[in-house]
């Protein structure tokens, strides 16, 4: 009690969280500024590439117009050369103009394989550049870690359903949010290897798993997302296969098998929504998920969020209501009586 009410302590503790806090901007600050540097260093590439792309246009120009004077020349060279035939005709002395003629064609050839040459390497160096192009391309759109899209990709992707208006045709699309559960002991107890490995090996089992998805993309830390052109019924069939194929093998790190499993959410793109809505839906279902004990799938319908598969039978049926917020919110007995006799938020028989 007496070390409570000593004033160092209270200072002890202010300074430790100040350094928490200090710690935690630091962190954000180099995190932004990897980011920041990463996206400054692709676009220093790509302008340096157009200033030699634009360098390689102006040398092709001046070595057509070089060689358009050339013909030119070569041109003017063989009427003169004609002319001085039809003169020496009479005379019967061809000799010199023969040899004009072959000097004349010999003229011609070179510059034609010196031109030749020169389209060659620009050929080479303009395939070389279009490689490098595409890598910067993909580089800009994939995840470095595991292969897959990137968030931007995936934003892109969503804006793209709603802005071709897929989202109010007969085409349904769902959205599937999946989290690496308990992904931190990974690091703590294994080193940062180790979970590096496992967000390698569930973004592989995910995208094999995912068949047919508009895009499978990491969606940040620990997380993983995928678009499927599918309703909720066949999404959530999905999403359990891949939480399926995620649980059923452990991975190897150092001669170590590491058990992984992961809790998914789903959600329906519905009508007049905005895709932050239907993300935040998605994200609501995987909460719960976690809330019903994680490994499992949980799909959001009419305001509930409900598990599904084969994990869900021993999870109570009971459904978790979201808030206005759609932030998952585990009801009382009563009101989940109110819910479930309310017609918006019966599910569907799946």
């Not at 994939?142 to 359903?161: E, F, H, P, S, Y």
Request: hydrophobic residues 40%; proline residues 3%; aromatic residues 6%.
């Amino acid at each position: 009690m007496d070390s409570l009410m000593n004033p160092l302590f209270f200072v002890g503790i202010a300074s430790g969280f100040c350094t928490l806090l200090f710690g935690i901007w630091v962190g954000t600050r180099i995190g932004r500024s990897r980011e920041r540097t990463s996206a400054q260093a692709l676009r220093d590439r790509l302008q340096s590439m157009a200033q030699q792309l634009a360098s390689m246009t102006n040398n092709m120009g001046s070595d057509v117009r070089s060689y358009n004077g050339r013909i030119s020349d070569f041109h003017t060279q063989v009427n003169g050369i004609r002319t001085a035939r039809e003169q020496r005709v009479a005379t019967n002395d061809l000799a010199q103009a023969e040899d004009e003629v072959a000097l004349l064609l010999q003229a011609i050839l070179q510059v034609n394989e010196g031109m030749k040459q020169r389209l060659d390497e620009t050929e080479a160096r303009l395939e070389s550049h279009a490689q490098a192009m595409q890598s910067y391309i993909t580089e800009a759109r994939t995840d470095a870690l595991t292969g897959l899209n990137n968030r931007r990709v995936l934003d892109q992707t969503i804006d793209k359903i709603y802005l071709d208006g897929t989202r109010g045709s007969q085409q349904e699309v769902s959205f599937v949010l999946l989290d690496v559960d308990h992904f931190k002991k990974f690091n703590d107890q294994h080193g940062h290897q180790a979970g590096d490995e496992v967000l390698k090996e569930v973004g592989k089992r995910m995208r094999e798993s995912a068949v047919g998805a508009i895009c499978v993309a990491r969606y940040g830390g620990e997380e993983f997302a995928a678009v499927l052109p599918v309703g909720l019924e066949k999404a959530c069939k999905v999403a359990e296969e891949i939480r399926s194929v995620i649980n059923a093998q452990p991975i190897v790190v150092d001669g170590k098998e590491l058990r992984i499993s992961a809790s998914l959410g789903v959600a329906l793109c519905e009508p007049a929504e905005k895709p932050k809505s239907w993300v935040r839906r998605a994200d609501t279902a995987l909460y719960a998920a976690k809330g019903m004990g994680r490994n499992i799938v949980a799909y959001y319908y009419g305001g509930n969020c409900l598990p599904f598969g084969e994990r869900a039978k021993s999870v109570p049926e009971t459904p978790v209501v979201a808030s206005q917020n759609n932030t998952p919110v585990k009801p009382a007995k009563e009101p989940v009586v109110e819910a479930a006799t309310n017609s918006a938020a019966v599910a569907p028989v799946m």
